[in-house]
């Protein structure tokens, strides 16, 4: 499988482990008929399809990011259905829509990955009317537990699966980055997802690559490593398996 068909499948699970927290981002942008929504870092374009849904044929929901695969993916998967959608290919940080364009903004597991988090929440500033609201939804990858046998283990791996994002604590900061762009009644939700099967975990968190990341690079001993991966598969076997994952969902408005 290519990466790009990988990470489409990728963005399929997580669609359905992040289900309630992508309702919850809809809800606060309390989207209304005729409205125009942009959607940044849209994927496979999932979300925009719920949101036009929400804005109906007289509104427009947008959707962007720079991955050429994923806007093809995007427009296939839109094709025929009836619904005011758009992509477009386009960094966060220069977003090409004109100032005072867009009712709602919303950004979903984006800002992680972006290289300039204070620039791309000048564009979401840029780029919504006055009064205009924005919903971002990202991890802390610093808020993440397992439950495993060794705990020394647990915590390299889980660091060094950190250390691979560009923003591993954005969650955290998103309340700050909201302030200093100049938004306005600032609101914050938590949510943790919990897993209970190793193969989803796996999926999400890249355990099996990132512990043998760990041993290849010397920071856990390849005994330690491969014994901590049977006590994970042993917990998902006999039902006992469990992992949790903290998102952060904040909402701000345009004055």
């Not at 839109?78 to 919303?106: I, K, M, T």
């Not at 998902?236 to 903290?246: E, K, Q």
Request: charged share 25%; with cysteine.
């Amino acid at each position: 499988m290519g990466y790009a068909a990988s990470f489409v499948s990728y963005l399929d699970e997580a669609k359905n482990q992040f289900g309630i927290v992508k309702r919850t981002s809809y809800s606060l942008l309390s989207l209304q008929p005729t409205e125009r929504v942009l959607d940044v870092g849209c994927g496979t374009g999932d979300d925009v399809r719920e949101m036009a849904a929400l804005v109906g044929a007289n509104g427009m929901a947008v959707g962007a990011d720079k991955s050429e695969s994923m806007i093809a993916e995007a427009r296939r998967r839109a094709h025929g259905c009836g619904l005011p959608v758009r992509f477009e290919v386009c960094e966060a940080e220069q977003l090409p829509w004109e100032s005072n364009y867009f009712d709602a903004c919303r950004a979903d597991r984006l800002l992680q990955h972006v290289t300039n988090p204070g620039q791309t929440f000048q564009e979401f500033l840029r780029v919504l009317k006055p009064g205009g609201r924005l919903a971002v939804v990202d991890r802390d990858w610093g808020m993440i537990a397992l439950d495993a046998s060794d705990d020394l283990t647990t915590r390299v791996v889980l660091d060094r699966a950190a250390s691979g994002i560009r923003n591993r604590w954005i969650g955290r900061r998103l309340h700050g980055l909201f302030t200093m762009a100049g938004f306005n009644a600032v609101r914050v939700q938590t949510h943790c997802i919990n897993i209970s099967s190793f193969d989803i975990a796996d999926m999400l968190l890249d355990l099996r690559v990132v512990a043998e990341h760990a041993i290849n690079a010397g920071d856990v001993a390849r005994q330690a490593g491969d014994a901590w991966l049977d006590d994970l598969l042993m917990r998902d076997r006999l039902g006992t398996f469990f992992a949790t994952v903290t998102l952060f969902v904040v909402v701000g408005i345009k004055s």
